[in-house]
Each structure stands twice: as C-alpha cells, then as structure tokens.
C-alpha cells in the first residue's frame, strides 16, 4: 500500500520553513525519508520507528505518529542545497521492504 | 567502500529488443531491491533478494521482466521483448536488513523508442 505525501510540490524562499507529510491507511512499523537531487539517486536522511519518536538531521526533522500512521518532514530556515524532491517510505513489519511514496517536490529559492 | 554499481547508465533501445540492467550491491549487503522510477507511479519496488534468494517479484509488471542474482555481488534485470512504456528510471539499491537504511546505485535511465 503506497503512502500518500502532501503537498505534491511546494516552493520555499531561503530561510522559510516548509512540513511535509506522509500518511498511510494501514498500520505503520517504520517510516524512512530520502531526499534526490534531480538526475541523481534518492540518499537517506533518517529513519523513525514505531514509538512516535522525532529524529534530527542538522535542521531537517521528523516525527512518526503512530497512532495516526502518520510522519512528517519538518525543514526550517531552508537553504537552497533543500532543493529536490523527498520520498517517505514506509514498512509495515520488521521484514517486509520499503514502499514509497509519489514524492514531494522542493524548490528553494533565493 | 564504492557504494552500489549499476550499469549502463543510459540505455537507448528499440522495442522489441533485449534489455538488461546490471548491478554490484555493497560488499556485505545481504538485501538487494530493484526500484522503477516513473513521474505517474514514483519508485515501485519490482523484487527484492536475501542472500541472492528472491523474496518478492510480485511488483515484477509482466512476463517480459526477469530478475537474477547468481552470486552475492551480481544481480540483473532483464526486459525482454522491451517496450516503449518500460522507459524509466531504474534503480538498485542494497541494504543490511529489509527495512533499513537503503544504498541507492545511480539508476539505469532506459528509453525504449
């Protein structure tokens, strides 16, 4: 079951802060976020699992609500290097592999 | 480490030919999944592998698409007859356990004229 991300596309200037959401209609075990740049390959920032734990990375955050089977992607005071398009991927289990979804599309300008 | 290895990294065909995709996963990785990129469907998972055993083909699209993994370090996709709809981006990407930290290879962008 593939999550669903919202927005689809959103365009930030410097310094703004963005959320990005991803949400699924089954019972969610882990939830992973990648980042990729156009024309090169998806590159992990983090994982959360189960617990409704937050993680950081530098100033890019997320938060899994479990209840909800829901995570978010919280950049703040974005800088251009933001730009690109993120992925959330869920697993249901301990063992099954990661689907995602359709993407959120970033564009950070000056 | 040189990370995932996938070759070509464009492909140029014509429909009805032969297409094969070619990866090395990271030395140690015991999954290794192969991904399709498209604007109208994002990455799908197409077949995952354990220790070079297929787990999961059901994301394969038809009979036309096989995937191998003969040995720890190898494994291929192939498209055979290709067709104009197969044109993407294909990734594969490698990892200790299903449902960790992915390795991305730098993809295979097919175009099936």
């Known amino acids: 079951q593939q999550p669903v991300q919202s927005p689809q596309a959103v365009i930030l200037r410097e310094g703004e802060d963005a959320v990005i959401n991803c949400s699924s209609s089954?019972?969610?075990?882990?939830v992973h976020w990648y980042r990729q740049k156009h024309g090169e390959a998806p590159v992990f920032l983090m994982i959360?699992?189960?617990?409704?734990e937050q993680k950081g990375h530098e100033k890019i955050s997320a938060s899994f609500n479990e209840k909800k089977q829901q995570s978010s992607l919280y950049l703040t005071a974005s800088q251009l290097s933001y730009s690109g398009t993120y992925f959330c991927?869920?697993?249901?289990?301990?063992?099954?592999?990661?689907?995602f979804g359709k993407g959120t599309r970033l564009s950070v300008i000056a | 480490d040189a990370g995932v290895i996938q070759s070509p990294r464009h492909e140029v065909t014509e429909m009805g030919q032969e297409v094969t995709l070619r990866c090395k996963p990271i030395?140690?990785?015991?999954?290794l999944f192969w991904y399709r990129q498209t604007m109208m469907r994002g990455l799908e998972l197409l077949i995952y592998?354990?220790?070079?055993?297929?787990?999961?083909d059901s994301g394969m699209p038809e009979d036309r698409f096989s995937a191998k993994m003969p040995n720890a370090s190898f494994s291929t996709l192939k498209i055979q007859p290709s067709e104009p709809r197969d044109s993407a981006v294909y990734f594969c990407?490698?990892?200790?356990?299903?449902?960790?930290?992915?390795?991305f290879g730098s993809g295979t962008q097919l175009s099936v004229l």
């Open positions: 990407a490698s990892s200790t356990l299903t449902g960790k930290k992915l390795f």
């Open positions: 089954k019972a969610l075990y882990s």
């Open positions: 959360l699992l189960k617990g409704g």
């Open positions: 991927g869920t697993t249901n289990s301990g063992n099954t592999p990661l689907v």
């Open positions: 030395s140690g990785h015991d999954y």
């Open positions: 592998f354990n220790n070079n055993v297929p787990i999961d």
